[in-house]
């Protein structure tokens, strides 16, 4: 019973995602692409509207006729081509449904995302990439790289301390849709979110969207979090470089702990930079060209300490200089 309470959670974390990114294409009238997602995802739907009836004493948010009435209306709905009401349905029935149901898990099972064997596989990935990265930079001599491998291995191998990280201001939250999202404290001690307390996955796809251009070459990105924007963008961009800054380990850190952002590490197409000091996206924004495009993250943004650096990344940002002023 258990495993599969475990499996209808972790398949509706996809489920979610891809049902936001169909409402999203229906509104847009990109039917075609709308419907493609649909039907891709009527395996998952049909699993987890048998699962939930068959144990309907744990689930017992809904009765079985009103999943049933859910679903005949999705399908007649695709059936009339009547997509505003397709949209309507999945948007006001389908998400909120599945959201209750994750909700339920999470209370019932008091669901825990830390996994400590995926958490050492993740670190070790990330500070791979990391190392690999820097070793391509030309302005670092093989003295500066072997120094700089040695402090990130230190603070990786630092634990992950909940204590200190509730001092420093950080919280990691379930959100709505069984993911994760990190609380952080900006310079003045105001708390702020990395990313949304619900619909992470259409939050994501928005981000990347908005980046997005069929023109660029290569995404030059400064700020991780938790990494879901990023993935996103990877979908829409497979062929393209991605080159990712971060100045703080501990988010780095945590996304390794509560993510499931591995692939992202395991992407050829992707560098990832351990930037502290702003010095390689410094050096990096010095030398961008046409096919480049900087994209900045600003819950990361919000998250720099450092006023110098702040300033140098406003002149690319400039509508963020009248939020800060807020």
Known sequence: ????????????IELLTQTEKA???????????????VADTAEYINYV????????EYFDLVS???????LEGILEAKRQRDFVLLADLLELQLVNFICSVQELIMKKEDYLAFNELDFIKNSILMQDKIMKSDQMLSFFTEEELNHQEQIITNEIKKDLDPAY??????????????????GSKDENGTKFYMHTNHSVGKEAFL????????ETDTYIIYGYGMGYHIGELLNLAPEAQFEIYESDM???KLSCAFSRMTGIYEHENVKMYYDPEFIRLQNRMKEMGEADKLCIHYPSFRNIKSKEAKE????YIPWARKLEMC
């Not at 509207?49 to 309907?56: G, K, L, M, P, V």
């Not at 079985?64 to 859910?70: A, G, K, P, T």
């Not at 201001?169 to 994760?180: I, K």
């Open 1 to 12: 019973m258990l495993d599969t309470v475990h499996k209808i959670f972790e398949q509706n």
């Open 23 to 37: 409402i999203i294409y229906l509104r847009e009238q990109e039917y075609e692409k709308a419907l493609t997602i």
């Open 49 to 56: 509207a048998d699962a939930i009836i068959q144990h309907r």
């Open 64 to 70: 079985v006729e009103s999943i049933m009435e859910m």
């Open 165 to 182: 990280l509730l001092e420093q201001g950080y919280v990691v939250e379930f959100t709505t849709s069984g993911l994760m999202t990190i």
């Open 207 to 214: 981000q990347a969207r908005n980046w997005y251009c069929k």
């Open 250 to 252: 501990n988010i780095l």
């Open 312 to 315: 140098m990344l406003l002149d």
